[in-house]
């Protein structure tokens, strides 16, 4: 598989991810659970996905597709934004897992709801993320590698 084709899995895989965790958060929310703990919404799980999943896909991105495409004259200011919601993701990641990590009553109403709240940026702004990429970042870097390639 080339690095192209697995950004797009990896893309579908991440659309998964935040799909469950959509429809759990709409469960909390709705009061279909009344409580939040870590095996109600594996919140482990999804933690361990955004920091090793979603950090190895950024640097697939920052590592190997941004500089090709750099090298052969794309759009700084498009590429310094996809950078930066980079960024951005992985401090609303690290503020995620501080706020697990603290030792907080999980299952106190204030913190259930701020965990949501984190929970719903993370997945509002990885799928806007991934959407850009999908429509913009891929087809451009089909283009330079075919480029490339002739």
Not at 8 to 27: G, P, V
Not at 28 to 46: C, H, P, Q, W
């Amino acid at each position: 598989m080339d690095v192209l084709e697995k950004l797009k899995q990896d893309h579908e895989n991440i659309k998964e991810k935040i799909s469950i965790l959509a429809e759990t958060i709409q469960k909390l929310e709705t009061g279909m659970v009344s409580y939040l703990k870590r095996e109600a919404i594996n919140i482990d799980e999804f933690l361990e996905f955004f920091k090793k999943f979603v950090d190895s896909h950024f640097k697939i991105e920052e590592e190997i597709i941004f500089p090709e495409l750099e090298k052969h004259g794309a759009d700084k200011k498009f590429l310094s934004s996809l950078l930066d919601e980079h960024k951005v993701i992985r401090e609303m990641i690290f503020k995620f897992q501080a706020t697990v990590e603290s030792g907080i009553n999980i299952e106190d109403e204030n913190t259930k709801k701020e965990i949501i709240r984190i929970i719903e940026l993370i997945i509002q702004k990885l799928s806007m993320h991934a959407e850009k990429e999908d429509s913009k970042l891929i087809p451009l870097a089909q283009q330079v590698l075919r480029k490339e390639e002739k």
